[in-house]
Nanobody
């Protein structure tokens, strides 16, 4: 079965850190750009970050730039989102996603992603 399995969500105080992980099973991430998204109650889904197949190119939304870091470990078929300096407005369900891409060096959160994780709740208390 082809799937992405997320882990690492939880409750944290303002200013704290969390790391989300997303492990792929049933397929290799080598041919996929990777992205992280979130959706807060009553709001549209927001693309936060992506990383290219090569790992050399990353994109961040202004809302998380300088605080969040995306990374990938193709040997483990897993990728990550390190979240620092968390704020209450970061509270949302976070989703990982994989985009089959011929572009080895680029990525975009605006593309149609092929596989999605189940979502992980992140709650930041004030």
């Amino acid at each position: 079965q082809l799937q992405l399995v997320e882990s690492g969500g939880g409750l944290v105080q303002t200013g704290g850190s969390l790391r989300l992980s997303c492990a792929a099973s049933g397929f290799t991430l080598d041919y996929y750009a990777i992205g992280w998204f979130r959706q807060a109650p009553g709001k549209e889904r927001e693309g936060l970050s992506c990383i290219s197949r090569s790992g050399s190119s990353t994109v961040y939304a202004d809302s998380v730039k300088g605080r969040f870091t995306i990374s990938r470990d193709n040997a483990k078929n897993t990728f990550y989102l390190q979240m620092n300096s968390l704020k209450p407005e970061d509270t949302a369900v976070y989703y990982c996603a994989a985009d089959y891409s011929r572009d080895y060096y680029g990525c975009s959160v605006s593309r149609e992603y092929d596989y999605w994780g189940q979502g992980a709740q992140v709650t930041v208390s004030s």
